[in-house]
């Protein structure tokens, strides 16, 4: 009976391990992209925004983790920030400064950090708005934009990374 356990358990945890798909910048790059132009036309030029980390969903949190972080996820949060900056077209506050208030303020969060919450971020830092990425456990890539003087997601994209098609709008 043991050996039937162990074997269903093995089994399981190989499998769950195999389906894991193995994400990359070269994938992630042309989905960015073409959202992120699609952003851009959705914001007004001047605009001061924040973006907030790339939690990465497919992976459990750690007790008191506010978003799972990858060396995929961060390179994610890079690059967004690095193509705003890069545009010169809007304030882009930075990852660094949203910790440091996290920390002034002793926001104190367990699990996921809910939309209200990073509205109430962005309108300390002064920003208008919140780009929100994030790896989801059906491994695609979700970018919303929340506005932070009204609380609404006035931009949404998820596509799949497999196929790099668009799920929705």
């Known amino acids: 009976m043991r050996k039937i356990i162990l074997s269903v358990f093995l089994i399981s945890l190989f499998t769950s391990c195999a389906t894991t798909l193995k994400i990359t ?3 992630v790059q042309p989905i960015i992209d073409a959202q992120l132009a699609e952003i851009e036309e959705s914001i007004e030029t001047g605009a001061p ?12 949190k750690e007790p008191g983790e506010k978003e799972h972080i990858t060396t995929i996820s961060y390179w994610i949060q890079g690059y967004i920030e690095e193509k705003f900056v890069r545009l010169n077209k ?19 969060y367990s699990g996921h ?18 780009i929100v990425p994030r790896i989801t456990q059906i ?8 506005n932070s003087e009204t609380g ?3 931009y949404t994209s998820n596509t799949a990374f497999k196929e790099n ?3 929705g709008k």
């Open 90 to 108: 809007y304030d882009v506050v930075s990852r660094t400064q949203l910790d440091k208030i996290f920390r002034e303020q002793e926001f104190q």
């Open 139 to 146: 491994e695609t890539f979700n970018i919303q934009v929340l």
């Open 49 to 60: 925004m924040a973006i907030w980390w790339c939690d990465d969903e497919r992976f459990p």
């Open 25 to 27: 910048d070269q994938m």
């Open 113 to 130: 950090v809910d939309e209200q919450t990073m509205v109430s971020i962005c309108k300390i830092f002064g920003a208008k708005y919140m």
């Open 152 to 154: 609404k997601i006035i």
């Open 165 to 167: 098609q668009r799920i």
